[in-house]
């Protein structure tokens, strides 16, 4: 049984024999297979569908894509399910590369010196690398250090006497001071959470590069203390002018342990395990390519939330959360993103859209739009069956729906020439820097 099984979206996993493992059926050990099905019905109490049970003797995965690390050791990634030609897998794992380090807000040059485009490896080994390299440069730049208060009995007197407790000295102990004084330490608690983030490296790293930058690390910080309490550590980060040294790999720390994507995998076991919801990745970063395509004086924002669908006496009900509006004077354009497969080429099932999408775009528009009139924009991913906008959905009463794709590749959205929305295509915009 092989220690790492690489699937993607939606793939069907099984403790059974299987002769042949693809990206869309693998076989992991019994172990891992109980280990999923007990995290499946974790997730499905508290509201997220992370799996289903096809039967006993198969797993159906969800949109989550990310890696899980079972308890017997085996490792299971799952990457999107975009690719149809070439090395898949490959291809696959570097747009959730692409995807998580803009989730992070990397910029694109802290993303490159990371070696994203170049580093080939499984994304639990990818994560470890960033952090080392993140904690590596932080380093020689040098840890920040911190007054301490101490106060403890001595033989000799340093900082300031405490009259009261020196007062209460029993007899024959007059000869011991009472004393409190500062220590400059680096123990704080950005430091207590990077030597934290460090021992979980220590434990998980099996790429030999990871795991020899890991020790010479350890080995720089064997005298910090570790943090016992990892959410009141986190919410004592400073992001003073000082801390900004430490801001670039907080995202990376914030991994580790299980604290900032959406989803993290809790538990008595503790493995190298991430979940990232895909409609999530694909959301956030459409909201940081898009503005690069705004006409000037064009606004984007992003999870508008001051709507509702409707009222009950003084009370509203069903808030309503368009992933995008764009705002441009008094003018309106509602956006949404969905992470599914458009058929372009199949007008009889009406091009695999969801009636519900529909709906759900007619209420946004209800509320949003000036009067319920103008343009909006469901935005699916580029694909092989789906490479130009649709001919636009006439929703009547001087309402227009467009369905467009978005490049992952060339981090664009394909747009027609007669829609109002202040956009513009990526290669004009591209040409207009190239004159300037």
């Known amino acids: 049984m092989p220690d790492s099984v690489v699937v993607r979206e939606y793939a069907r996993l099984t403790s059974s024999y299987l002769a042949h493992s693809t990206l869309d059926e693998a076989q992991v050990s019994q172990t891992a297979f109980d280990w999923l099905c007990e995290l499946s019905s974790g997730f499905s109490r508290s509201g997220a569908k992370l799996m289903q049970l096809e039967n006993q003797h198969w797993l159906k995965l969800d949109s989550f894509v990310g890696v899980l690390e079972s308890p017997c050791g085996q490792v299971i990634e799952i990457l999107p399910k975009h690719f149809d030609e070439g090395d898949c897998e490959r291809q696959s794992r570097d747009l959730l590369k692409k995807l998580i380090a803009s989730s992070l807000e990397l910029n694109c040059r802290e993303a490159e010196e990371a070696g994203l485009k170049l580093y080939d490896a499984p994304l639990a080994e990818w994560v470890m690398r960033q952090f080392l390299h993140q904690l590596e440069r932080l380093l020689k730049r040098g840890l920040r250090f911190d007054y301490q208060r101490v106060e403890e009995e001595q033989r000799y007197l340093r900082g300031q006497l405490d009259v009261v407790r020196q007062m209460r000295q029993p007899p024959g102990r007059a000869h011991f001071f009472q004393i409190r004084h500062d220590v400059f330490l680096a123990d704080r608690p950005e430091n207590r959470l990077l030597k934290r983030a460090l021992l979980v490296v220590l434990d998980h790293a099996k790429e030999s590069a990871n795991w020899r930058l890991a020790h010479e690390l350890a080995a720089m910080l064997h005298e910090l203390p570790e943090s016992r309490n990892i959410e009141a550590d986190f919410g004592r980060w400073q992001h003073d002018r000082l801390m900004a040294h430490y801001e670039s790999i907080k995202p990376w720390c914030e991994l580790i342990l299980y ?31 898009l503005p690069l395509q705004l006409m000037p004086n064009a606004k984007l924002r992003t999870q508008a939330r001051t709507k509702y669908l409707c009222r009950q ?15 441009r004077g008094k003018s309106v354009w509602v956006l949404d993103t969905k992470w599914k497969r458009v058929n372009s080429n199949s007008a009889d099932t009406k091009y695999d859209l969801r009636e519900s999408d529909f709906y759900q775009m007619l209420a946004y528009a209800r509320q949003y739009l000036p009067e319920g009139k103008g343009e909006m924009v469901l935005i699916y991913p580029k694909s092989q069956t789906f490479t130009a906008p649709l001919k636009h959905f006439d929703l009547h009463h001087d309402l227009l729906l467009h369905v467009w794709p978005f490049d992952l590749q060339r981090d664009e959205l394909i747009i027609t020439d007669y829609s109002s929305l202040p956009l513009c295509k990526r290669i004009a915009l591209t040409r207009q820097k190239d004159v300037a």
Do not use: C, N, T, W
Not at 264 to 279: C, D, N, Q
Not at 316 to 325: A, E, S, T, V, Y
């Open 313 to 327: 006496g003084d009370k509203d009900m069903f808030q309503l959360k368009p992933d995008l509006l764009i705002e």
């Open 259 to 289: 604290r900032h994507m959406p989803l993290a995998v809790r538990g008595e076991h503790r493995g190298i395990s991430l979940l990232f919801p895909m409609e999530k990745l694909f959301e956030q970063y459409v909201a940081r390519m």
